[in-house]
């Protein structure tokens, strides 16, 4: 075996692959099932999946081993989903898999997101007597969570004997990705504080703070983001590279943009691509153009690739710099970075916003590449933001060719309709919505306050302070109008009357969540606030009046960027 092994190291190309093959069958050493077996393994694995696939063909009884081998390859390719079938012929020959072969099909079902499969497989792990195998639920609990399927992950991870530090990094990660970033930090924190239930204590690594950092980004959690960020300083993790990048990121996206920039130039390792990338990107989402370019010149010492080039185009976009975005995008292709449909998609945001909604039209129509439904999304939504019925029917159209039915397409359309007062075509609209099942996504709004998350709705009264946020809302009313407020009541774009929309407009989640701030925090502390989706022009207008009158800065993170409104002002400067 170790023979066959250190032919195998020398094996460079796949004509040695072939010399190797025909030297073990002409020595008869293919015939003994460990040189096989790791021949095939090599093959699968590293050089070529398809020669492999038909070696084994030609092997009259394989053994476990040799099936083994062929699972893991199709399992590591670009189509795992061939793992599963490889498995099911498996099944009807003679030989039985073992714990590396249901360790290899999960690893399959993770990456085909495959989550029937992952059942059968647990069913399979406890007939078979393999469910004590530590690393074998440890794979299998994440193929749970990357197919989705968090709870059988959950209970999989509170049945465990013993439990590894891949176990508690696959459900921390899991919990992340799945859209419940509050229970991982919740299982983060238990992890670090090294709570002992019998089942083996385990100090968090650089993979498991990542998955952390992934939730705090979620959640605008700065405070829980500095907890994070100090334990990687105490246990020194912040020399490596991909946890500076995930603590800029993070701080980036909680709109603490300015602890991202120190973390940026205070490194302790060397800067990546990614490391400017995702620096740049912070500054773009932050509205801070001119410190976006004037990071993306610095980087004359590295190409920058095709993900910069987008992270400037986003800087550009988020702070009205059309003509330099424009010559942005043509310099691309001069600089040997070719362009994707995402940067296209950029510049017809770019111009979109800009109101030159023909030039984003004849952006579309000269693409080398077919336009997606982003595109045509991004510029129904300059239509409506313009009130644009023509453009805006046109890439309608195009959005009900490609087959799109998202609710925001329906939604934008009949907005456009309704700021025209066109309530027939509104109505023709919501009824198309209505025949094709299309449900409108609510707004809701969240905040952190001592480490607990707070969420709303529009109109909500599900908190137990919902009288003092209300009678709140109502101090702000009357304070604000004394300012000359008047509710823009355009942007509630129902038939009903003017009272109505105002007090439609009054209860907004984003309006809800910074009056619950200013009613539980110090005088004179920031507010932060996450919300779903676009903030409405009226909340804008109204958070504006709100951080000059209770002398706040109040951090709004919406679908697309930040808002720091401070001093009767907003970092967007209006343009969003």
């Not at 029937?116 to 792990?125: A, D, G, N, P, R």
């Not at 059309?322 to 998609?345: A, I, Q």
Request: proline share 3%.
């Amino acid at each position: 075996m170790a023979y066959v092994e250190s032919l195998l190291h020398k094996c460079t190309s796949f004509p040695h692959i072939q010399q190797l093959h025909a030297h073990l069958l002409i020595t008869g050493l293919f015939h003994l099932h460990i040189s096989r077996s790791k021949f095939l393994d090599f093959c699968a694995t590293s050089v070529n999946l398809p020669y492999a696939a038909a070696v084994f063909r030609s092997v009259p009884l394989p053994l476990t081993n040799d099936w083994n081998a062929i699972i893991r390859g199709h399992a590591q390719s670009h189509h795992p989903i061939n793992a599963v079938t490889c498995y099911l012929s498996m099944s009807r020959a003679p030989c039985k898999p073992d714990a590396l072969t249901c360790s290899f099909f999960l690893k399959a079902c993770a990456r085909a997101l495959a989550r029937i499969e992952s059942l059968q497989m647990h069913t399979q792990v406890l007939k078979s007597g393999f469910d004590a195998d530590v690393l074998l639920q440890t794979t299998l609990l994440d193929a749970y969570a990357k197919c989705g399927d968090l709870d059988n992950s959950c209970k999989l991870f509170d049945e465990m004997s013993k439990r590894d530090i891949a176990s508690w990094n696959a459900l921390i990660s899991g919990l992340a990705q799945g859209n419940r970033p509050y229970e991982a930090l919740k299982l983060f924190n238990r992890m670090r504080e090294g709570g002992n239930d019998g089942r083996g204590v385990m100090t968090p690594n650089e993979v498991t703070v990542l998955g952390a950092l992934s939730a705090c980004s979620q959640l605008g959690a700065t405070k829980e983001g500095d907890k994070v960020y100090e334990y990687i300083r105490k246990k020194f993790l912040d020399k490596n590279v991909i946890v500076c990048n995930a603590v800029i990121d993070m701080y980036a996206k909680c709109g603490a943009v300015d602890k991202a920039y120190t973390m940026f130039e205070g490194m302790n390792c060397s800067k990546s691509i990614i490391t400017w990338n995702t620096m740049i990107m912070g500054f773009a989402m932050d509205g801070n153009g001119v410190k976006a370019l004037q990071l993306f010149n610095r980087m004359s010492w590295s190409m920058p690739d095709g993900v910069t080039y987008l992270a400037a185009l986003c800087a550009c976009n988020h702070t009205g710099l059309v003509d330099e975005g424009v010559r942005l995008f043509e310099l691309m292709e001069k600089n040997g970075v070719s362009k994707n449909v995402k940067h296209y998609g950029s510049v017809v945001d770019l111009l979109g916003r800009a109101g030159r909604l023909d030039e984003a039209y004849k952006i579309i129509e000269s693409m080398p590449m077919f336009p997606d439904v982003v595109l045509w999304q991004t510029l129904l939504g300059a239509s409506k933001t313009y009130g644009n019925v023509e453009m805006a029917e046109k890439a309608s159209r195009k959005l009900v060719e490609m087959g799109s039915s998202t609710c925001g397409d329906f939604v934008l359309l009949s907005n456009v309709y309704a700021a025209h007062e066109r309530w027939n075509d509104v109505g023709r609209v919501r009824d198309a919505m209505k025949t094709r099942d299309v449900k409108k996504v609510p707004g809701f709004s969240y905040t952190e306050m001592n480490g607990v998350i707070f969420q709303f709705f529009n109109g909500d009264k599900s908190h137990p302070l919902w009288r003092e946020i209300y009678a709140k809302l109502e101090e702000i009313g009357f304070r604000i109008r004394e300012l000359g407020y008047e509710a823009e009541t355009n942007y509630v774009l129902h038939d009903i009357g003017h009272e109505e929309k105002e007090n439609a407009l009054s209860h907004h989640s984003e309006k809800l969540a910074v009056a619950f701030g200013l009613i539980s925090t110090d005088e004179n502390s920031p507010i932060s606030v996450n919300k779903n989706l676009r903030i409405c022009g009226d909340c804008h207008a109204v958070i504006k009046l709100v951080s000059k009158l209770y002398n706040r800065e109040i951090i709004v993170r919406d679908r697309t960027r930040f808002h720091r409104f401070k001093e009767g002002s907003c970092s967007c400067r209006d343009y969003w």
